[in-house]
């Protein structure tokens, strides 16, 4: 009996008929029920420590803050425990200056914006018919229906499960604070251990990298919170005057507002110019137009004038990716996600650029090329610019 040696074929292995259907044999099943399994585990775990990984990162990022004065003195031979001392009576002093000052005013102001709510929003009703009625291309935009107190309180209610699943009541943000507080005042008092053990759990081939990594992470998350802590202050300011020049109601609570808005790029400054426009529309039109004209005006100053001195420009953020992590963070995590989105764009920029762009160098002229290439694309091949010259080699020595 002759033997074959040839390899066996099996039925799966043979071409199949015209008439045959396709069979799609997945050889990889387990791997991708353990992935998604895997995936599933990880979602869950990160959503159960949610409010705790987002307490850290506002602890951390106070603490970047307090390490600059404290830094300062140490150099200057101060020991890091005295200037970590110093600095939080300092800053307590400020806090507790600025809320005798400022505290009874903005109490009064919230009250009375709370009991003249109804009012207002009468006089804003009647302000609303009125221009339907002068504009009566404005009654499909404006539904003054809309503007009473039970429609207000169904939006309203509508509305705060959107704001984010991880946003505190009044208590929660109080024993947040505290937590917030006690960590970063326990990390700037003593971060070499933590430094130090976060480098330990990096491999050793990749140790460098991370070390400068951080380095660049820290010093840019730094650069970014003092200049918002800056701009906060200014636009504070400049917006409490303007409104009180402009005879708006609570104008002092209508600048906080303002000035709490700059810590959330892009969306802030605007979401926090509405409230004392509709304030002024409640008692005329041309007021409401003041209004929208003083934030236009603080607004081109700011990113123009005020940004380029303060912000530092070692930021390099397009302001589209930072509107993608404000509306991504701000839908999955609410508020603070939206004050975390900056802080989020920095540190995930830095370790791409560490990580992933040092192994992948690529030429700034043969990018710049083919990016005008893309933007170029509607018109077709003929209005692509010219190929950069090539790079000369630099001649052999000797």
């Known amino acids: 009996m002759k033997s074959d040696d040839s390899p066996q074929r099996s039925l799966a292995d043979a071409p199949p008929a015209d008439d045959a259907p396709t069979r799609v044999v997945v050889v990889n099943h387990v791997r991708i029920v353990l992935f998604a399994g895997a995936a599933l585990l990880a979602f869950t775990f990160f959503d ?14 106070f603490a970047i803050v307090l ?9 200057r031979g101060v020991r ?3 200037s970590v001392a110093g ?9 507790g200056t600025a ?5 009874p005013r903005v109490t009064e102001e919230a009250n009375g914006l709370v009991q003249n709510a109804p009012e207002s929003l009468d006089r804003l009703r009647a302000q609303a018919d009125r221009l339907v009625s002068d504009f009566p291309l404005l009654g499909r935009f404006l539904d ?17 499960p959107r704001i984010g699943r991880y946003t505190v009541s009044f208590f929660g943000g109080i024993a947040a604070g505290v937590v917030v507080l006690v960590t970063a005042l326990y990390t700037v008092a003593s971060p070499r251990p933590l430094v130090r053990g976060l480098l330990t759990a990096v491999p050793p081939g990749y140790r460098s990298r991370a070390a400068r990594a951080l380095t660049r992470i820290v010093a840019q998350l730094e650069a970014w919170a003092l200049a918002t802590l800056v701009l906060m202050g200014i636009i504070f300011l400049v917006s409490w005057i303007g409104l009180s020049i402009l005879a708006v109601p609570n104008s002092l609570l209508y600048g906080l507002l303002a000035g709490f808005g700059e810590a959330i790029p892009t969306i802030g400054p605007i979401v926090s110019a509405v409230p004392p426009m509709f304030a002024a529309l409640s008692e005329s039109p041309s007021k409401a137009l003041w209004v929208a004209a003083l934030f236009f005006v603080i607004q081109q100053v700011e990113n123009h004038l005020l940004v380029p001195w303060v912000m530092s420009k070692n930021l390099n953020l397009h302001p589209v990716s930072i509107l993608f992590f404000v509306i991504a963070l701000g839908a999955l995590l609410g508020i603070t996600g939206a004050l975390l989105a900056v802080p989020t764009a920095i540190i995930t920029k830095v370790l791409f650029e560490e990580f992933y762009a040092r192994k992948r160098p690529a030429d700034p002229d043969d990018l710049d090329y083919e990016a ?5 694309a509607g018109d077709g091949e003929r209005s692509a610019p010219p190929a950069p010259p090539p790079t000369p080699k630099p001649a052999p020595e000797g």
């Open 99 to 103: 809320g005798v000052v400022l505290g």
């Open 87 to 95: 600095v939080v009576l300092l800053l307590m002093a400020a806090l």
């Open 372 to 376: 005008e290439q893309v933007i170029q």
């Open 48 to 61: 159960a420590i949610a409010k705790v990984v987002l307490l850290f990162l506002l602890a951390f990022l």
């Open 80 to 82: 890091r425990a005295v």
């Open 144 to 160: 003054t229906e809309t503007l009473t107190e039970e429609k207000l309180a169904e939006r309203f209610a509508l509305l705060m």
């Open 67 to 75: 390490n600059a004065p404290v830094r300062r003195l140490e150099r």
